[in-house]
């Protein structure tokens, strides 16, 4: 979903997921040999220690008495380690992907062990982890000086930058007060949010923002990449229902909404005048993600699957954003030098040689092409004003866009010939595409991804291309070996970035 959907996207979401995951299993694999190596080896070994063995070396240390292995396993020691345990492994167990996605399903109440929440509110009970281990750590056996027990020193430092980041993220979200101007909820589950723009909020198209809904949750946020341009005097994002939170969220504003006016796209529609009170929102960010770098590239490859369109909306509102301000500026320096030559003749003024470099700010990006693949036909309705707006205003052929629709058989199958001939007249005629509704013609089937990376390869020679791509991990692998292939034979060089959910 726009990000995360549940997608984390930090400057590399992959490396930071990977990096979770190494963690995790360290852990695991650590919390074994500790816990396997006194359960096995130190309790069984001193239960049955030899008298002569026990008085001389641990007689201090446990009393005059032997103890057995079950007053060690009651210990302070042995109830810590052993509840710390219970704990990571129920926050392990509901953090793994079957649970988390709600993919194994139970009977109620017992439903509520998966999902996102289950998730989310289970990775908390770190904070009684982390206080089990502090009294684990002062009640060793063998260890009777306080400064010999340095368990509470290695906590100190990552308990004070997650306490400051909390605290950060909490000032800061009280900061940036935003208001909702308008929500509509759209074919295919997505909800739309505008709002308000805080005067302090700077960002570059690509990047995300946490969102909390206080009515839903006042704990939870939730990344979203957002869909608007940093020139738009508005906050959007685009959010599909994918999850228990976003299902919620989703609930709670359909409450809301009113039905649409004729003519306007999306199912319930609400803004500023309507009469029931929107739900409050904070925001928090914005936060880096890959293709926030956009404009290092010559070339422009956006590929988005589904609700992953989502962070290269804004990267297409701000590149037209863009040319129609070069476009506005080249006029005005045109009209300035005409005026110019017809006060001073064909004489050229200083002033007028040192206005046009200034004005004139150089777009490096010479090309975009956004192909959009989904498998639902109302998905077209979530960014038709986007794409309508993209087709009209871009006369330089900046910007080209590519819809295809996958749950339709592909143009060359005698199945879909009929809506394809009927797609191309109407296309021919009114400009406007029958599938999508929208200047963009849309094609059926999935994209031939070698033939596009080919295309680009012979139409941008020596350029350097960044391949930007939003969705599900399976076409990420097949996109990151095209262009690692094509690298490999040309003079044209693709970077790949990815986002994932």
């Known amino acids: ?55 001389m070396f641990l007689k201090d240390d446990f009393g005059a008495k032997k103890p057995s292995y079950a007053s060690l396993a009651r210990g302070a020691e042995g109830v810590t380690g052993i509840l710390m ?37 289970s990775h908390h009970l770190f904070v009684i982890v982390y206080i089990l281990l502090v009294i684990h750590g002062v009640c060793l056996y063998l260890v009777h000086e306080w400064y010999k027990k340095t368990t509470w020193m290695y906590l100190s430092v990552p308990v004070l930058l997650y306490a400051g980041e909390r605290a950060l993220r909490f000032f800061r979200s009280g900061f940036y007060t935003v208001r909702l101007l308008k929500v509509a909820i759209y074919p295919g589950n997505v909800l739309a ?46 959010i599909r229902q994918l999850g228990d939170w976003t299902q919620e969220l989703r609930r709670v504003f359909s409450e809301a909404c009113e039905c649409p006016v004729a003519g306007k796209s999306g199912l319930l529609r609400a803004d500023e005048t309507t009469k029931k009170i929107l739900p409050k929102l904070l925001i928090d960010g914005p936060y880096g993600a890959p293709a926030q770098d956009y404009r290092n590239y010559d070339v422009l490859l956006l590929v988005g699957l589904g609700i ?34 017809l006060s001073n003749g ?57 819809n295809y629709l996958t749950s339709v058989y592909e143009e060359g ?15 021919a005629k009114n400009g406007v595409d029958v599938v999508s509704g929208t200047r963009v013609r849309t094609h059926f089937a999935r994209p031939n991804w070698r033939k596009v990376l080919s295309k680009l390869c012979s139409k ?22 095209l262009c690692y292939e094509f690298n490999q034979k040309g003079s044209t060089k693709f970077e790949f970035h990815k986002e994932q959910f």
């Open 1 to 55: 979903m726009s990000l995360l959907l549940y997608k984390m996207t930090p400057s590399n979401d992959l490396i930071f997921l990977s990096s979770m995951q190494t963690i995790a299993a360290a852990i695991v694999i650590g919390v074994i040999l500790h816990a396997g190596n006194h359960l096995a080896c130190d309790f069984p070994k001193l239960v049955n220690s030899s008298d002569g063995d026990y008085n």
């Open 413 to 427: 199958d005698a199945r879909s010939t009929l809506i394809t001939m009927v797609q191309a007249l109407n296309h």
């Open 308 to 341: 992953g369109a989502t962070p290269f909306i804004s990267i297409l509102k701000d590149l037209l954003n863009s040319i129609v301000k070069m476009e506005e500026q080249a006029d005005s320096v045109s009209d300035m030098s005409r005026t110019s030559d």
């Open 193 to 238: 949010l505008q709002m308000s723009k805080p005067p302090q909020f700077r960002y570059k198209s690509g990047q995300y923002m946490f969102v909390q809904c206080p009515a839903v949750s006042p704990f939870e946020w939730h990344p979203f990449s957002i869909t608007s341009a940093p020139g738009d005097d508005y906050l959007s994002v685009h």
């Open 346 to 402: 064909s004489n050229d003024t200083p002033s007028s040689n040192k206005v046009s470099p200034k004005r004139r700010k150089a777009l490096r990006t010479t090309n975009a092409y956004f192909y959009w693949v989904t498998r639902e036909q109302g998905s077209f309705d979530w960014f038709k004003g986007v794409m309508n707006e993209v087709a009209e205003l871009d006369q330089r052929g900046v910007i080209e866009m590519h």
């Open 85 to 121: 345990v219970i704990i990571m492994a129920v926050a392990f167990t509901l953090a793994t992907r079957w649970f988390r996605k709600s993919l194994i399903k139970f009977p109620k109440p017992f439903d509520r062990l998966t999902g996102f929440n289950a998730f989310w509110y």
């Open 460 to 481: 941008h020679c020596n350029a350097r291309i960044g391949v930007f791509y939003c969705g599900a991990p399976v076409l990420a692998k097949e996109l990151s070996s």
